[in-house]
């Protein structure tokens, strides 16, 4: 059975690069976005309606920063992955789609003063 593209990284004849752009096609297919450009090689973007991502190659791993953009706060979660633990893609997903679905619930969120306002009615 052959190992998947991002535990490759481990064997001396693939580059990081390589596992990098494995590993974020592969993320980004479970999400159902589009394919990155292929000039993107050490830094990938991702924009939906609801979330911004950015990936970036770093030695040894890779760092994706999450960014809400609308609203009146902005929220940001970064996350690091190293190679030598043996990442899972679908984690990577679960864990994107979680913070999508978390802003999706705040964006519904009635403000507490307009609770108040309508309670007291």
């Not at 998947?4 to 297919?29: G, K, Q, Y």
Request: aromatic letters at 10%.
């Amino acid at each position: 059975m052959p190992l998947p593209p991002w535990l490759r990284s481990r064997l001396p004849s693939e580059s990081s690069t390589r596992t990098f752009l494995s590993f974020t096609d592969t993320v980004a297919r479970l999400l159902e976005l589009p394919p990155a450009s292929p000039a993107e090689v050490y830094e990938r973007r991702y924009d939906t309606d609801r979330v911004w991502m950015l990936w970036r190659c770093k030695h040894g791993g890779v760092s994706l920063f999450l960014e809400r953009p609308y609203g009146e706060l902005r929220d940001g979660v970064t996350v690091n992955v190293q190679w030598h633990q043996s990442p899972d893609p679908e984690v990577v997903a679960a864990m994107i789609r979680a913070y999508v679905r978390r802003g999706r619930r705040e964006q519904h969120r009635r403000p507490c003063w307009l609770v108040r306002v309508l309670r007291g009615r």
